[in-house]
């Protein structure tokens, strides 16, 4: 690293320092849902390869949960795998799906983490589905965030799931269908979404530049506040996460009258 980048990252630091230092934690968004998106321009701009980039990605993770913690985030949710990327080539594909297991076992082994999957698994390798309950077994007592590690994840299709577990469940029960008709309501539906009880985001941000959802949690979204971010995710610094924050709160302060 030269004198020029040695000083650029300093006063980085410094600035973030800056902008943590008058942040409101009661104004911290509680649940981050987050689109990792990047990974390939990331790797081509840098002259390597998908992979490289995945995996690149895949190790900023663990930082972005430890600035989570700092700042009291409660959930969050990581789109790691949505349905449409198992039309990807299979030489990305495959390694793909291997890192998004290595991402879920050292999310388990770390200790710090809850591990909750929010997709379809039966889409997914017999191998990675054991890999997601181990993790949401060993984890389910641990008293930290909350990650939903979205994986063969797709807004249209969890819709379409929890209309049918809200239907089986009637079923069972011995509800008639006209019983359940007059009974949905918004609450019914979002019961039987993959997060369940849990609160919906507050935030979401988007890396990348990219500004739209892509299906990203289409119920739960609905009143969420967005924030798009310019920045590759391998290269997401945590000054870019306090900035989200920053943005987040300001909004917060004055549409939450």
Known sequence: MN?????????????????????DHA?????????????????????????????VGAEKIEEFLGWCTETDVEVVTLW?????????????????????????????ADGRWRVHHVGTRDLLPSGMQRTLKEAEETTAHVDGIVVNVAIGYGGRQEIADA?????????????SMDDLAESV???????????GAQPDPDLVIRTSGEQ??????????????????????????????????RDYAARHRRYGG
């Open 3 to 23: 004198v020029r980048d040695t000083l650029r990252s300093l006063l980085v630091r410094l600035y973030a320092r800056r902008v943590e230092g008058h942040l």
């Open 27 to 55: 104004q911290v968004p509680k649940h981050i849902g987050v689109i990792m998106d990047g990974n390939r321009r990331w790797a081509k701009a840098a002259g390597s390869t998908t992979v490289h980039g995945h995996r």
């Open 80 to 108: 790691l795998l949505s349905t449409d990327n198992f039309d990807r080539p299979q030489d990305e594909l495959g390694p793909l799906l291997g890192i998004i297991e290595d991402v879920v076992r050292t999310l388990a």
């Open 163 to 175: 209309v049918r577990s809200m239907l089986l469940d009637a079923r069972d029960k011995g509800v």
């Open 185 to 195: 309501d918004i609450d019914m539906i979002g019961r039987h979404l993959y997060t």
């Open 212 to 245: 739209r959802l892509s299906g990203f949690m289409l119920w739960q979204t609905a009143h969420s506040e967005y924030y798009f971010c310019e920045v590759f995710w391998p290269a997401f610094r945590k000054v870019d996460f306090l900035r989200a924050l």
